[in-house]
């Protein structure tokens, strides 16, 4: 009994499924309506691709049963734009005169139907399917423009038969589709050209007379080829083991910055778009970057999807090329389970937030939702982004029912939770898998790592790993591109770099010995690594922005040695085992190249003699410590080997200077003086510094100066400062030209409102 109800339910599910096509199948038996159409611009094969309006709808009835012909009809169409292309004048010839007496296509659309349905009531038929030379004038023409100008389409236009496919169908060997046409097809049959020199009329006839020749002895054609145009864009994850077919993918550019998925596929109104196949492009900051990836059914609707190449969304034209499916997969294919099982909900709107505090509940976010917005089942609803160790990003996902619920939502944006206040705005499903995929595959210090392949010499005491100490002489640099080495830190640190202490870098490496993304820098005190921090934080290496903040030596040597840092503070290493071998002796030596991607694993960064910095006309130089990729190779293992920690579990506090190439300096310079003037040029002006309190956590540069319009100041008298966690503290020193100015910018300015919040200033003496 169990069987068969299964076996009837699935019986059903399949009946459902094939519904929708048997009932087109059986709405063209009646009568097909022979369709077709011009625009003002380019026709023929190029129909559509220059976005000019139609300005001439033609069409006929044929009554498939009796094989009869209704009244043949061709209206005129008056376009929004009162233009004709010469190419149009000529093929058609129609002038001006003739259009700007029609009727705007709504009315004509009212026509058509009023005409159809009239003729097939003294018909006696009841369903009818057009019928036209190409998919152009239905998909390219009638339905982008209907899409522009929010008209709403009678459900005719959403099924049609092809003729040139038809006849394929029917004699296989006249040719390729793509190369048949109304003449040759005709032709094929033994059927002469029509004669008729009117435009629109010829082709309609002629298609008229294909059609008849097809449904006759010997032929006997039944049309069953339907092709269907989609009411709307389905949403949908794609797996990264989903194969995607090059030929059916586009790169969309020039976007609008707040441009939804529904945009994109009304952008493509009367293309196919596959499932999910809509993947909006993010930039390193995780804000989407103007560029979107599509996806479509088959190859011919992406062929069709180029020709709109420079077409128009809204005022902005956007640029279409092809792409590949492996461009497509890397943006939108995702593995996560918990993002396909929030999105298995199918048929709700997405809602991206983004800015929360890190210490949002969901309870928190529903409240400030508020009930005019009900989030699809509650909590269940939002999808909060983590990193892998599980902090928050501050983005969130929310799934609303429908489009009320969702606008209701977005009038929420830039309203302040807590302290913050939040962007709410369109988001898709393809955005959220690759917003997961981007914060998951964030590089983390390694917290496990595999037992040792072979066993190494070790040190109990490192000669450079730093004494741990609370002073804050130390950044960590977070967010270094993968490829990043310590010639780009360097370049990244500019004048700062006179004051990295000697074995200074130390870069962090993950269980297989590759970048983790991770670095630390040791400062020569705790002033020169606040400014660092201050000065430094955000800057782009290789189109990536490197979060910099400060840290102590003791901060460092703990994460170092496997602990974590983050926000609440430090979390020491899983455990500290006695050592599995006895320590041993310092002992170095030398690694063979040819071995070297074999001991990656083991691989420290490499110190060699310093050499001096770049000169500039006006300073002396600051020799610097330098790093060259490819010196004679020597190890250092000098990690405490543990269960827990292979040796070495980081690099490269555990090397040793080189022989100094020829003419290379040994040395490090120390120039107090010019060190001192170096500081100075980035330091606030001491008697003009005023601190400004109670900004907004994504407060910029331009905001500042904005704010304080008027009172002299450059874009570097600004500072930001930045908390332990590399986020805005929400406070800035602002140096300004002379002390008199300070003091009246504090007396005018203090207490006034800036982006909703009131901001507090202090002269510093």
């Known amino acids: 009994m169990e069987l068969n109800q299964y076996l009837w339910i699935e019986h059903t599910q399949v009946l459902q499924q094939f519904l929708p096509l048997w009932s087109l199948m059986a709405s063209h038996s009646d009568t097909l309506v022979v369709f077709f159409g011009a625009t003002a611009g380019a026709n023929g094969g190029k129909l559509g ?11 006929q009835i044929v009554d498939l049963h009796e094989k009869k012909v209704g009244k043949l009809q061709r209206c005129l169409v008056k376009p929004d734009t009162l233009e004709l292309a010469d190419q149009c004048k000529e093929e058609t010839g129609l002038t001006l005169e003739d259009i700007v007496a029609a009727e705007p296509l709504d009315k004509v659309l009212q026509q058509f139907q009023q005409s159809v349905s009239s003729e097939l009531k003294s018909l006696g038929r009841s369903s009818y399917t057009l019928c036209v030379n190409s998919p152009l004038v239905i998909r390219q023409a009638l339905h982008p423009e209907a899409s522009k100008k929010n008209l709403v389409l009678p459900e005719c236009f959403f099924s049609f038969v092809d003729v040139r496919k038809e006849f394929h169908k029917c004699c296989p060997n006249a040719g390729p589709v793509q190369k048949l046409t109304l003449d040759s097809m005709l032709e094929y049959v033994g059927l002469p050209a029509v004669s008729e020199q009117m435009f629109g009329v010829k082709e309609v006839r002629s298609m008229v007379q294909l059609t008849l020749c097809i449904l006759a002895e010997p032929h006997n054609h039944k049309f069953s080829c339907v092709e269907t145009v989609k009411y709307k864009f389905d949403s949908g994850t794609c797996s990264k083991t989903e194969p995607v077919d090059s030929e059916t993918v586009i790169r969309a550019r020039g976007l609008p910055w707040q441009s939804s998925d529904q945009d994109i596929a009304r952008f493509f109104k009367g293309l196919s778009i596959a499932k999910g196949g809509v993947a909006l492009c993010l ?52 593995t996560s389970n918990e993002v396909a099982q929030f999105l298995s909900k199918e048929n709700q709107v997405i809602i991206r937030m983004r800015g929360l505090p890190f210490t949002a509940t969901p309870q928190e976010v529903l409240s400030f939702l508020g009930p005019e917005s009900p989030v699809t089942d509650g909590a269940e609803g939002l999808l909060f982004v983590k990193y892998p160790d599980g902090r928050p990003t501050g983005d969130a996902f929310v799934l609303f029912s429908c489009e009320e619920y969702a606008q209701n939502a977005l009038k929420k944006h830039k309203q302040i939770l807590g302290k913050r206040y939040i962007e709410l705005f369109r988001s898709t499903a393809a955005e959220v898998q690759q917003v997961l995929n981007r914060y998951m595959s964030t590089p983390l210090i390694s917290t496990l790592p595999p037992s040792p392949i072979v066993p190494v010499p070790v040190l109990t005491t490192p000669p450079y790993l730093p004494a741990a100490s609370s002073t804050r002489d130390c950044v960590r640099l977070r967010g270094l591109p993968y490829t990043a080495g310590i010639e780009d830190i360097l370049e990244f640190m500019g004048e700062h770099t006179v004051d990295i202490k000697p074995h200074g870098v130390h870069m962090v490496l993950n269980q297989q010995g590759r970048p983790s993304g991770d670095a630390f820098i040791q400062m020569k005190s705790s002033e020169k690594a606040f400014m660092v921090a201050q000065k430094c934080h955000k800057k782009t290496m290789k189109d990536r922005y490197v979060e910099v903040f400060q840290c102590s030596t003791e901060e460092m040597s703990i994460v170092l040695m496997g602990g974590t840092l983050n926000r609440s503070g430090l979390s020491p290493p899983p455990c500290k085992l006695p050592c599995l071998s006895p320590p041993t002796a310092y002992a170095a030596f030398p690694t063979p190249p040819a071995i070297l991607s074999e001991a990656a694993l083991y691989q420290p960064p490499l110190l060699a003699a310093p050499r001096p910095a770049q000169t500039t006309a006006h300073t002396p130089a600051h020799t610097l410590a330098y790093y060259p990729h490819q010196p004679h190779l020597y190890m250092n293992m000098n990690m405490n080997y543990t269960a827990y920690y292979p040796s070495p579990p980081v690099s490269p506090s555990t090397v040793s200077y080189f022989a100094a190439p020829p003419g290379a300096v040994a040395a490090v310079a120390a120039q107090p003086h010019h060190a001192a003037a170096a500081a100075s040029s980035v330091l606030p002006q001491p008697g003009a510094l005023v601190r400004m309190q109670g900004l907004p956590y994504n407060t910029g540069v331009k905001d500042i100066l904005s704010f304080f319009q008027g009172y002299q100041l450059q874009p570097d008298a600004v500072l930001l400062l930045y908390n332990f966690s590399g986020q805005c503290s929400g406070e800035a020193l602002i140096t300004f030209p002379s002390e008199e100015i300070a003091r009246r910018a504090v007396a005018e300015r203090t207490n006034h409102p800036f982006y909703g919040q009131q901001v507090h200033l202090a002269f510093c003496n």
Do not use: C, P
Not at 51 to 58: C, K, Q, S, W
């Open 49 to 59: 691709s220059d976005e000019r309006e139609i300005i001439l709808l033609v069409w």
């Open 283 to 334: 930039n390193a900051q995780g804000r989407r970057n103007g560029e979107a990836l599509v996806r479509f059914i088959n190859s011919e609707h992406r062929d069709l999807a180029l020709e709109r190449h420079k077409h128009h969304m809204g005022s902005r034209y956007i640029e279409v090329y092809k792409a590949t499916g492996e461009e497509f997969l890397k943006i939108a294919g995702g």
